[in-house]
């Protein structure tokens, strides 16, 4: 992990402020409102030239783990999203598709990281992110237009627009140019020498948009301080009833302690940037929406808090599974 990735979440606070702080001068808004989608469109594309999309077959290799993910991703949390947004968010339409944007969308990086800090199955990991990337960029949309288009206005196409400039024109480009250099310098160069200047590049772009995006909306947000506080309640619940779900399909299932690691981290950890991209283009003026950008800012070390306060019961699981593989290998030993 490099230093801006270790400092990620600090590189976007200051970014933050500074966007804050430069959106109070006359005339930055509207320039910092055109840089967004720039912005966004750059960091995409180096996220999109990293994805291991030759690995869709190897997830299914482990279809216990990849199957019970995808079904928790795509199927379980927009429904659950959609009822905690009926519950806690119903005066606040533009605050429900931004929870309901948040909850679809399962992140496509840091959950590696949380996977390999906890000593987790990260092979498996990456295997699970390429299906994570695919079904999110097919299923935002159709989520978006059942159940959003009843919230708040959503013009067709605005959403498909927005479709277009921020998940389909970087996916295209960043899959030829990932071919391109690949044939031109060998796979060894792109893995080793280029894949790991990505990461940089995306954090760099990533708060570039994310302080245009404060420089122009910012005030929005100062002047409706209590709606963050608002999402935040079933931003909480989402986090602890799912960790507890993750947990009891792991040991339902019999997930060895790498297993359900990388389980829980790709069924909790949020802050996908094809949502943020999304949210940008087709809700440039909905205050509800701002609000969820700041969320999904913060929205992965929520699911790292979550892990670090259950570290008692995952070294519970892990002693178990090592004392599994001992009982294994004895009764072995003996027959």
Known sequence: MNVLEKYQTAVVLAAIVVGLALGQLEGVPAVADALILPFLMVMLFGAFAGMPLSKLRSAFGNRRVAGSSLLVNFVW?????????????????????????????????????????????????????????????????????????????????????????????????????????????????????????????????????????????????????????????????????????????????????????????????????TALAIAVVAFPHETGLAIYRLTQIFSPRWGEIGFDRDSTLLESINHSDQNSKLSQSAQSDFS
């Open 77 to 273: 949390n927009p429904l659950f999203a959609v009822g905690l947004g009926a519950i806690f968010l119903r005066d606040h339409p533009a605050l429900w598709v931004g929870l309901l944007m948040l909850m679809v969308t399962p992140c496509t990086d840091w959950y590696l990281i949380f996977t390999d800090i906890a000593d987790g199955d990260v092979p498996l990991a990456t295997s699970i992110l390429p299906y994570n990337l695919v079904l999110q960029l097919v299923l935002l949309p159709v989520y978006l237009y059942v159940f959003a288009g009843e919230l708040v206005e959503l013009p067709l196409e605005l959403l498909l627009e927005s479709i277009v400039l921020v998940l389909i024109v970087p996916l295209v480009l960043a899959g030829i140019a990932r071919k391109g250099l690949i044939r031109w310098r060998g796979d060894r160069w792109f893995s080793r020498t280029l894949l790991p200047k990505l990461g940089p590049v995306q954090i760099v772009f990533l708060s570039l948009a994310i302080g245009a995006m404060f420089a122009s909306q910012g005030q929005a947000i100062l002047e409706n301080p209590g709606l963050l506080a608002l999402l935040a309640v079933p931003v909480i619940v989402f986090y602890a009833l799912n960790l507890a779900i993750g947990f009891g399909i792991g040991r339902l299932l019999s997930f060895s302690y790498g297993e359900m690691v990388c389980f829980n981290n790709t069924i909790l950890s949020r802050n996908s940037p």
